[in-house]
């Protein structure tokens, strides 16, 4: 699993612990990209962080539901 966030941002704080929760309930492992580290993350994803991603493919953004990540990382 993959997590686009930004440094500062209040609704990538909140969406980076309900995926730390939930991948550590189902020992699944995430990892986050700063989008602001590269030129073309960020143009890509800029208003929309936090952008979650399962097994590559976009699963959310802004918010992110537990019970729906739990289902999407269970049946990936």
């Known amino acids: 699993m993959t997590v ?3 440094t500062g941002c209040h609704l ?3 969406a980076e612990q309900t995926i730390a929760e939930v ?3 189902l020992g ?5 990209v700063d ?6 993350l960020r143009e ?3 208003d929309e962080v936090p952008v979650t991603l399962v097994d590559g ?5 802004w918010r992110v539901d537990p019970q729906r990540l739990r289902v999407a990382l269970t049946t990936s």
Do not use: N, W
């Not at 699944?28 to 986050?32: A, L, Y």
């Not at 493919?57 to 953004?61: A, G, K, V």
């Open 4 to 6: 686009y966030s930004r």
């Open 12 to 14: 990538c704080e909140v």
């Open 23 to 25: 991948c550590a309930e």
């Open 28 to 32: 699944e492992e995430f990892v986050v």
């Open 35 to 40: 989008v602001d580290a590269d030129p073309v």
């Open 44 to 46: 890509r994803y800029s």
């Open 57 to 61: 493919r976009r699963h959310d953004f």
